[in-house]
């Protein structure tokens, strides 16, 4: 097993050794130790067999260790750790009226009182704010720190007078509907340049509160959206969350349309494995057909140099991947081609086959009788 750091694409993988790796008695199951708290790593492994190492594994997700409170790093979720219980710092949680400073970086917390109510509403040394009271979600929090998304000013005496949203900087915040950040905003995603949410718009907040806004039909695949054609052929369900069956619809970016059409996928080009004189059997692989039965292929056949300009072709039953080409004239190459159909649409025609030789009895019995002659008489 090897290990590196998860912030570090780049960095070189490390072995794990063999005390930090408890081996449970579950089939596969491995314990790591002596890893940093609070930590991200990923991992890979291999097996060995008679033969040597396998290739190693994919990279496993990335796993986090926990924060320990009161090991004097403030970490995770931890709002203090002040390197043990202090007045102001409780089980890592900052108490009301106080406020904590100095480990926003994982340092280690002081903390002094006078936060919000009970406090004297001043900006103190451990405050970014104070706007006396111990409310969250009015910019200044319950434990006078500056909450995301917002900006507050101070006057005389370091008393905090006001806190505002600030619109276009990507974190929903205070009565703001939305906020997926200025450029976004601005491109008719869902959420609006004065952070409104748009008429039709439905929105979700990711882990840093930006906002990821949708809106199906706009011609844009956002968000959770499958599909998103701007409503053009009717192939998107509701909420652009699946197309329908016997659809297909691609190329939709984060700022443009996809392009759907009704029918299969198209075939890969036939193959021919069976060849007589003047006939051959030509069959294929089923393509996608987006979960609608396939009702019938079509298939077309022609003389590979061109000469025979006509083209022929005959139907087959949708349960049948196979097709008799007759009619054909021996020791010439044909070319074939395969369409797909379903009660939606057809796909488009496959690509052309390799060029395939119908065979040549009597050429065949020329070459026998030659080659009988070279055996019997080799001079």
Not at 12 to 33: I, P, R
Not at 278 to 298: C, D, E, G, L, R
Request: with cysteine; hydrophobic share 30%; net charge negative.
């Amino acid at each position: 097993m090897q290990m590196r750091s998860a912030g570090n694409a780049t960095a070189s993988w490390m072995a794990v050794s063999l005390t930090q790796a408890v081996f449970s008695s579950g089939e596969g199951e491995v314990l790591v130790n002596e890893l940093a708290t609070y930590s991200s790593w990923v991992f890979r492994v291999r097996a060995r067999t008679v033969e040597g190492f396998t290739a190693w594994s994919q990279s496993s997700a990335s796993m986090t260790t926990k924060t320990i409170c009161g090991d004097g790093f403030r970490q995770g979720a931890e709002e203090c750790d002040t390197a043990g219980e202090t007045s102001g710092c409780a089980a890592c949680v900052v108490v009301n009226t106080f406020a904590c400073s100095g480990g926003e970086s994982g340092g280690t917390d002081s903390c002094s009182s006078g936060c919000g109510v009970g406090g004297d509403s001043v900006q103190g040394t451990n405050e970014d704010c104070d706007d006396g009271n111990n409310d969250d979600g009015d910019g200044c929090s319950h434990s006078c720190r500056l909450e995301p998304g917002w900006t507050c000013t101070a006057v005389s005496g370091q008393i905090t007078t006001s806190c505002v949203t600030d619109c276009g900087d990507g974190i929903k915040a205070g009565s703001e509907a939305c906020d997926s950040g200025t450029t976004i905003n601005a491109g008719g995603h869902g959420c609006n340049p004065d952070c409104s949410m748009a008429a039709g718009a439905f929105c979700v907040e990711s882990a840093d509160l930006t906002s990821i806004c949708q809106i199906c039909g706009n011609g844009k695949v956002e968000g959770t959206e499958v599909c998103d054609d701007a409503a053009a052929s009717g192939a998107c369900m509701a909420f652009c969350n699946a197309t329908k069956v016997g659809w297909s619809c691609s190329g939709g970016t984060f700022t443009s349309p996809d392009t759907c059409r009704p029918g299969p996928s198209t075939p890969k080009a036939p193959t021919a494995p069976a060849v007589a004189e003047t006939q051959m059997t030509w069959k294929w692989k089923p393509p996608n057909s987006h979960f609608a039965p396939i009702v019938n292929y079509t298939l077309q056949w022609y003389v590979a140099d061109g000469s025979i300009g006509h083209t022929n072709e005959t139907t087959v039953p949708g349960n049948k991947r196979t097709a008799i080409a007759t009619g054909l004239q021996k020791a010439t190459a044909y070319k074939a081609r395969v369409m797909a159909c379903t009660d939606v649409g057809c796909s488009e025609w496959s690509n052309a086959s390799l060029p395939i030789l119908t065979s040549d009895t009597d050429a065949f019995a020329e070459f026998g009788q030659l080659s009988d002659k070279l055996t019997q008489n080799p001079t």
